[in-house]
């Protein structure tokens, strides 16, 4: 019997070998493709990026060449126009721009002469510190919220955290900035304005950032949390005897967190376009003070370099959300097996 169990056991142990690496090499075919449709977007949104900003007249170059009050000759117009390649055809400054962008090479401020790698470069560490800690703020607040509407029993105090993420997403990003500096910088003073950069403004700022943001995605993950709680597993469940805080993490928790993160994605964008009213309200000097600038001067080197990386940012999460969904959720499959 037991020679038996032991043969059976190993002539099963190359089949579920097998089925294991079938699926893994389906899944690395599915990521590869996931990544190189992600790789055309980029390419794309940069080409409409530039063409975009090409059709826009004037430029900072022209509008100080062209000022007789600094007295450029035509040959010296001729070589600055020449350096920054507004001389060529769009399509071959397009090219060109391109083929730089690709080596790393973003070329160089029209406004500040300075290269726009510097520029962004500088100004990434203040946004990506002011955006990571809101999305991830903004997910604690969502997750918070999702479970009290499962745990607590209803009545009002159940109606009010369900409508918290209505009165959170109606409320405008600047008017949650300067009520948090009255509170906590005025008159608490548990951070000051002059340290723009410094921990305790930036959790603030963060959190400014993080309120609305937070409603969507809590608004999603109690809806799904209450289809989740109607199936038949989480009925079952509850006829065991089992504890809600056990149900709601070890049955519930898992199947409502596709939608939710399909969400987390989507409102990235808006953690990045938020980002700028938040540095402007607290002083701070990130990517959205960069953009601010360029767009007053028209300064199409570093407009185009920071709507790319936007753009970028935003492609690389929402692939990274797509390759998780079969992590999360089993019954997903890739490849043709699955069609």
Do not use: C, W
Request: aromatic share 4%.
């Amino acid at each position: 019997m037991s020679a038996a169990a032991t043969e059976t056991t190993a002539g099963s142990s190359p089949a579920g070998t097998s089925a294991a690496a079938r699926t893994a090499r389906r899944y690395g075919s599915f990521a590869l493709r996931r990544t190189g449709q992600a790789l055309v977007v980029i390419a794309l949104a940069y080409v409409l990026v530039f063409l975009v900003l090409a059709a826009i007249p004037g430029d900072p170059i022209s509008a100080q060449l062209d000022n007789p009050q600094n007295g450029y000759s035509e040959e010296e117009k001729a070589q600055i126009r020449a350096f920054h390649g507004l001389d060529r055809p769009v399509l071959v400054q397009l090219l060109v721009s391109l083929g730089n962008a690709l080596r790393g090479e973003l070329g160089t401020s029209m406004s500040t002469s300075q290269p726009v790698a510097a520029m962004i470069g500088e100004a990434i560490p203040s946004t990506l510190a002011l955006a990571v800690t809101a999305l991830a703020l903004a997910i604690l607040l969502a997750a918070v919220l999702g479970l009290l509407s499962r745990l607590l029993p209803e009545g009002p105090l159940n109606s009010l955290v369900r409508s918290l993420p209505a009165a959170f997403l109606s409320t405008p990003n600047f008017l949650i900035g300067l009520v948090l500096i009255q509170v906590l910088a005025v008159n608490l003073g548990l951070f000051s304005l002059v340290e723009p950069e410094s921990a305790r403004s930036t959790l603030v700022a963060a959190l400014t950032l993080a309120i609305p943001v937070s409603a969507q995605i809590a608004q999603v993950f109690i809806t799904a949390l209450d289809e989740s709680s109607g199936q038949d597993y989480a009925e079952v469940a509850l006829s065991r005897g089992l504890p809600p805080v056990q149900v709601v993490l070890r049955h519930l928790l898992r199947p409502s967190l596709l939608p939710t993160v399909t969400v987390v994605g989507l409102v990235l964008g808006e953690v990045l376009g938020g980002s700028l009213i938040t540095e402007t309200i607290f002083g701070r000097a990130g990517v959205g003070t960069v953009v601010q600038k360029a767009v007053s001067s028209q300064d199409v080197p570093v407009l185009l370099a920071a709507v790319v990386l936007s753009a970028t940012v935003f492609v690389m999460v929402n692939l990274v959300i797509d390759l998780l969904y079969p992590l999360l959720d089993p019954r997903l499959r890739v490849g043709k097996e699955s069609r």
